[in-house]
């Protein structure tokens, strides 16, 4: 329940008192600044409370901006100011300063928000019109203005993210947002259309898992349905500020588990066929997976470095001014628009090797493309880079035991930057996994783990420290892949599937607790499921002392036991109530 304080005299033909009902609140009227004083007093300390000047013009939708948007806990527009149950003690402290200055005169909102001694949301209205006109003449001209805009038109419009891929942007959002409109207006809520659209994906792998040409038609139209959906709970979520902690992280992990759920749907599709695809399949989950963890390292990096541009960032911009190359860069990236697009029209047309295969060739350009790029803005740029940002980069990292013993034990002299330390313990690492020697990987993951230690012995502030992460996801999934296949057994594969998609969820559930300023996952948690080290070594210790079937069930036993730890762990976080809420308005994922 929320409440709204009308204050000062009433305004004939005023429609505000009954736009605020329709958005929710219960209204109350207050003639000066004490008496709106007494009534903010009076509001029960868990609810929302509105200061509205009763001068108030403007659009429905200009409320709605202003005083509903649950993720910030105190917001402003001209003539209006809410505060969410944590804003309220600010809002209290100013509305008290003004009593005791103007005492029993009428109270002017817009300098209350003035006195607000915390931060305060002040959302872009654009074409919207919020104003409180001081005599008729301004009045009929602010009301003239208010019909002259079209704000159901406008919400629509802002429904639509304003950064999104060329697929997206021309082929769903022109219809989807009419669909989250529909959504809205039946009462459905953002968490039951992303719940649709991951029921839909399933249900799409299911028929890719049928290894029939209608199958994977089946498949192709229903990942698109399923793409049109997840669209469309971001529109629904935007276009009626419905914004959640839950919804925050179902949105965040269920795009990634239809991608690879799918994924595995076409491994065993092309398995009944008889063509056993599953090292392709596990290959291209380990791909984007990378190649996400390269975007949020390097973000994470760079949002709050200092002196932090650089010649590439700036011809980067001036092709940004170019509209065409604007929609090129963004395709090239292959974003999940595009991406779902084409896993669609290959499943339906052809196989699920050639569709793999496609896909596996597209990730790993437009990886390379993302990467060499970032890696020339960082070398031409002067950042200083936080202790935040190397706390952060230090969590994405996701050393365990073994490691942070060696970073704490280990006093040598450093023997280079902490990326090329890392660099050269994967090396080891891969050079080990291909040496066709039993016990070599064994001896290349102790290698890795003394590296990974050292690598994060000192603060991730070098240049080109963000690759850190990035670098030991690759190796720790890569290890898991090659000594998997090597298995040669049937099944070892599908294990190796499941345990990377558990660790991956792991690594995705880190990256949204930093993006939430929540900090990563408890310390238990890292050392419970051994670290992205200790895994590794574990991994390679598994499969020289076993034999191939047995290594097979010691993955798949691994596999169930970090995906039950890290999902309790998480469900836990995410419905509780000091969950940050945390929606992705930026690069298309």
């Not at 076409?266 to 290959?283: I, P």
């Not at 880190?510 to 991994?539: F, H, K, N, S």
């Amino acid at each position: 329940m929320s409440t709204a304080i009308v204050t000062g005299p009433p305004v004939p033909g005023s429609s505000l008192e009954s736009d605020l009902r329709a958005l929710g609140f219960e209204v109350l009227t207050a003639s000066d600044t004490a008496e709106t004083e007494a009534l903010l007093t009076a509001v029960p300390a868990d609810r929302r409370v509105a200061v509205v000047d009763a001068r108030f013009v403007g659009h429905v939708h200009a409320l709605r901006l202003g005083l509903t948007d649950p993720r910030f806990p105190l917001a402003a527009i001209p003539g209006a100011v809410t505060a969410q149950p944590a804003g309220r003690p600010a809002l209290a402290r100013a509305l008290a300063r003004e009593s005791s200055a103007g005492g029993g005169t009428a109270l002017a909102v817009d300098g209350l928000v003035t006195a607000l001694d915390a931060d305060v949301h002040h959302p872009e209205l654009g074409s919207l019109v919020a104003a409180v006109p001081d005599d008729p003449q301004a009045r009929n001209e602010a009301r003239q203005a208010v019909a002259a805009v079209d704000d159901e038109a406008v919400r629509l419009k802002s429904a639509v993210k304003s950064r999104d891929g060329f697929f997206t942007t021309f082929f769903i959002s022109p219809y989807s947002r009419y669909i989250a409109r529909w959504c809205a207006r039946r009462g459905l809520t953002p968490n039951q259309v992303t719940t649709a659209s991951l029921l839909t994906a399933l249900i799409a792998a299911s028929c890719a898992a049928t290894g029939t040409r209608a199958g994977f038609v089946a498949a192709g139209v229903l990942l698109i349905c399923s793409f049109v959906l997840d669209c469309t709970d971001g529109q629904l979520a935007r276009y009626s500020l419905q914004y959640s902690t839950l919804g925050a992280w179902l949105d965040a992990t269920f795009d990634r588990a239809k991608e690879y759920a799918y994924y595995a749907g076409l491994a065993l599709g092309a398995a009944r066929g008889g063509d056993d695809v599953w090292a392709l399949a596990l290959g291209a989950m380990i791909l984007q997976t990378c190649r996400h963890v390269v975007d949020f390292s390097f973000n994470e990096a760079n949002h709050d470095a200092t002196a932090n541009t650089s010649p590439t960032a700036a011809l980067s911009g001036r092709l940004d001014s170019v509209g065409w190359t604007v929609w090129v860069r963004r395709m090239i990236v292959l974003p999940i628009g595009e991406r779902w697009a084409l896993i669609a029209v290959l499943t339906a047309a052809t196989t699920p090797r050639i569709t793999l295969y496609v896909l596996l060739v597209g990730c790993a350009f437009a990886a390379t493309y993302t990467t060499a790029g970032r890696v020339l803005r960082s070398l031409t740029r002067k950042a200083r880079r936080t202790d935040r940002a190397a706390k952060a980069l230090a969590d994405l990292a996701d050393n365990g035991p073994l490691a942070g013993f060696v970073s704490r034990t280990v006093r040598t002299a450093p023997l280079g930057s902490p990326f090329l330390v890392a660099l050269a313990g994967t090396a080891i690492l891969a050079a080990s996994l291909f040496s066709g020697v039993t016990w070599a990987p064994v001896v290349g993951a102790f290698a890795y783990t003394l590296a990974s230690g050292r690598a994060l012995a000192r603060p991730l502030k070098g240049a080109l420290d963000w690759l850190v992460p990035p670098l030991f996801r690759a190796a720790e999934y890569g290890t898991v892949l090659i000594l998997a296949s090597k298995a040669g057994v049937n099944g070892a594969l599908p294990a190796a599937f499941g345990l990377v998609a558990a660790v991956a969820y792991h690594h995705y559930d880190t990256v949204y607790r930093i993006r939430g300023d929540a900090g990563a996952p408890p310390a238990w948690l890292v050392r419970a499921i051994g670290g992205q080290e200790g895994r590794a070594l574990l991994v390679t210790v598994l499969a020289a002392v076993l034999t191939a079937a047995q290594f097979k069930v010691a993955l798949t036993v691994l596999a169930v036991a970090v995906a039950g730890l890290v999902l309790v762990e998480s469900i836990r976080f995410w419905v509780s109530a000091g969950a940050p809420a945390v929606h992705d308005e930026g690069e298309p994922a």
